[in-house]
């Protein structure tokens, strides 16, 4: 149980687009939503957290008007990366909490991101 | 199917020595890493294994053993700062990540 599926795995688009990323819990439900980028040296940083039905709370640094979260239903979070430019290139990793344990974070497989 | 195996919790004094074992089954590999959470906070990085054996980093040593689909993490001179749960995650084939359920470590005075 407790899985966290991400969509899709990877995806290349030019720059200027608008890129979706959805994050699923698909045998439970999350009350709060992770959305974390993996930088080159492998360490993650949490760009904002999410819980159902409210506005997600971004981490200083984060653009919130670039990076568009919403936490839509239980077992639904997307990241919309807007006007996506080469920097914005990376691997985005989600994470829900709200299985069994309610203080274990479950982790997606990730989203690879490359824009050209 | 893909699976990551490593012990929910384990239990270690101050001073000591623990080894936090994770077994792996996915398709294809492609690196595995060990990340350090603590309550509320987001992973830190602590090792990335891709070679077989070992790698040490300070107190902190990561060893793979890809032929067996296996990794330790081991950590010496616990500290109580230590006390926090340690994912292993590994990349499969596809450089898709895929998450252990994590390891929570309690450290005793």
């Known amino acids: 149980g407790a899985v966290v599926s991400q969509h899709p795995s990877w995806v290349i688009c030019k720059s200027g687009t608008s890129v979706k990323i959805e994050c699923r819990s698909l045998?439970?439900?999350?009350?709060?939503m992770f959305w974390y980028r993996q930088f080159p040296k492998q360490s993650l940083m949490l760009m904002a957290t999410?819980?159902?039905?409210?506005?997600?709370?971004?981490e200083q640094g984060v653009e919130k008007d670039k990076f568009l979260i919403n936490h839509a239903s239980l077992t639904l979070s997307t990241l919309t990366v807007t006007s996506a430019h080469p920097e914005d290139s990376s691997f985005y990793i989600c994470?829900?909490?709200?299985?069994?344990?309610?203080?274990?974070?479950?982790f997606g497989p990730g989203t690879r991101l490359t824009v050209l | 199917g893909q699976n990551i195996d490593q012990p929910t919790e384990m239990t270690a004094t101050e001073g000591a020595i623990v080894q936090i074992n994770c077994t792996y089954q996915?398709?294809?590999?492609?690196?595995l890493f060990w990340y350090q959470q603590h309550a509320g906070e987001a992973p830190t990085f602590l090792s990335y294994?891709?070679l077989d054996g070992l790698e040490e980093k300070g107190r902190f040593s990561s060893f793979l053993s890809r032929s067996k689909g296996y990794s330790y993490l081991l950590l010496k001179e616990l500290q109580m700062k230590d006390s926090a749960s340690y994912l292993c995650?590994?990349?499969?084939?596809?450089?898709?990540?895929?998450w252990g359920a994590g390891t929570k470590l309690i450290i005793k005075p």
């Open positions: 995650a590994v990349t499969d084939s596809n450089y898709q990540l895929i």
């Open positions: 045998d439970f439900q999350a009350t709060t």
């Open positions: 294994n891709v």
């Open positions: 996915t398709s294809g590999f492609n690196g």
């Open positions: 994470s829900a909490k709200g299985g069994g344990d309610a203080d274990t974070q479950y």
């Open positions: 999410s819980n159902e039905g409210s506005k997600a709370t971004y």
